[in-house]
């Protein structure tokens, strides 16, 4: 029964580690991409560890809007930002017809 509780306390220590390691990673990122997929992979450990403290509903929530919606949203956001500028106004004209 010891080793059992040792082994969820190195658990919860490389999963505490990794959290950290992966939020320092996305902060200092100068790439967009890689820190946006960095965020994704945090959230998605931060639901592991809402699940490990027994919360599955945090968990739940944590992986679909953590991970999930607002990844979506910000891999969005830089597709967005990486097309050239005549591209990105072409949708908005509003029915000028010259």
């Not at 658990?11 to 992966?22: K, Q, S």
């Not at 790439?31 to 919360?55: S, T």
């Amino acid at each position: 029964m010891a080793a059992l509780a040792l082994l969820a306390l190195a658990v919860d220590g490389v999963l505490a580690l990794l959290l950290l390691w992966l939020a320092w990673r996305a902060l200092a990122n100068p790439e967009l991409f890689r820190a946006v997929v960095l965020f994704i992979a945090f959230g998605l450990v931060l639901a592991l560890v809402w699940a490990r403290l027994e919360a599955p509903d945090i968990a739940l929530a944590e992986a679909a809007i953590g991970a999930g919606v607002t990844g979506a949203l910000l891999l969005a956001a830089l597709a967005r930002l990486n097309q050239p500028a005549d591209v990105a106004d072409s949708g908005d004209e509003g029915g000028e017809d010259g």
